[in-house]
């Protein structure tokens, strides 16, 4: 069994910054591709970055130039900082990654239970 551990979220103001991670917990499971979704009350799950093995990144429009999605594959921890917070960026922020067992070479895709970012003055 393995699960995603999703950490980080909490409340902010306006302009200020978080950082959520975004974890397997057992070793053997290794992180390949990870995205960051995130939903807010009453609307669609929307794509916000994603991150390949070898460190491609993608930003949803809104976020680009104020998150930054990065990892370190030694701590097998995809990390999603987010400066310049708006109101509209309060959401439950969801980790999709797909996951390779170092053992057998089985992949998979595993969802985090989801961490709330709330932005508010």
């Known amino acids: 069994q393995v699960q995603l551990v999703e950490s980080g979220g909490g409340s902010v103001q306006p302009g200020g910054s978080l950082l959520v991670s975004c974890a397997a917990s057992r070793s053997i499971f290794r992180l390949n591709t990870v995205t960051w979704y995130r939903q807010a009350q009453g609307k669609e799950r929307e794509l916000v970055a994603s991150?390949?093995?070898?460190?491609?990144?993608n930003y949803a429009d809104s976020v680009k130039g104020r998150f930054t999605i990065s990892r370190d594959n030694a701590k097998n921890t995809v990390y999603l900082q987010m400066n310049s917070l708006k109101p509209e960026d309060t959401a439950v922020y969801y980790c999709?990654?797909?996951?390779?067992?170092?053992?057998?070479?089985?992949?998979?895709?595993?969802w985090g239970q989801g961490t709330l970012v709330t932005v508010s003055s």
């Open positions: 999709k990654a797909a996951l390779i067992n170092s053992q057998t070479y089985r992949s998979f895709e595993l």
């Open positions: 991150i390949t093995i070898i460190g491609n990144t």
